[in-house]
């Protein structure tokens, strides 16, 4: 697999600097490395990570054995967990979004285009797909997808998701747009192989 390496400029601490950062490879499992200029960590249980002082002063993502571990600030290079961890990730955050084109369902006289509609439920087909997935008509008005099953056991890590969802109410209201929005906010994999919402158009 080739490998991209990158001369990244960043603001840390309120100070620019350049970092030289490679991608690492995409890997679908709960131990996949989602976050930016970020380190990682295997060994004996820790409940707290140094060595990020090229991080200082920053909100960093969390990745404790396959857990979503609550933000931290890096404080004089290191971070402390609240619960110790074998394997940790740790990296300045990012978010996913995807907002395809708007919809095209037809209406009884016509297109969809330009008229009023609202999109009701959803189908999501995911692949590997962890928590933290949100889901709107944008993007300041958005629900959660949950994952957890009621199966699924408490002391383990969520498991990543393959398969199509079940439907799923949409929030949003009547508009002319007909955007669908989502959000991906965690350090977990995620990949929408297919977005299939119902949605009523009324001609005008």
Known sequence: QDSTWLVVERTINGNTVKYI???????????AFYVDSGLSYTGVAVNSVSGLSHLEGETVRILTDGYIH??????????TLQQSASTIHIGLPYDAVVKPMRLEAGAAEGVAQGKTKRI??????????????????????????????????????VPLFSGDTEITPWTGHYEQ??????????????????????MTTYDR
């Open 21 to 31: 950062e490679y991608i690492e490879k995409e890997l679908f499992d709960s131990d």
């Open 70 to 79: 609550p933000d931290r600030v890096v404080t004089s290079g290191a971070v």
């Open 177 to 198: 747009e007909g955007y669908m929005v989502l959000v991906h906010k965690s350090a977990l994999p995620c990949t929408i192989v297919a977005l299939m919402p119902q």
């Open 120 to 157: 009701v439920n959803v189908v999501m087909r995911l692949y590997k797909t962890g928590s933290g997935l949100f889901y709107g008509s944008s993007e300041t008005n958005l629900d959660e997808l949950f994952l957890r099953g009621a199966s699924d056991p408490m002391n383990a890590p």
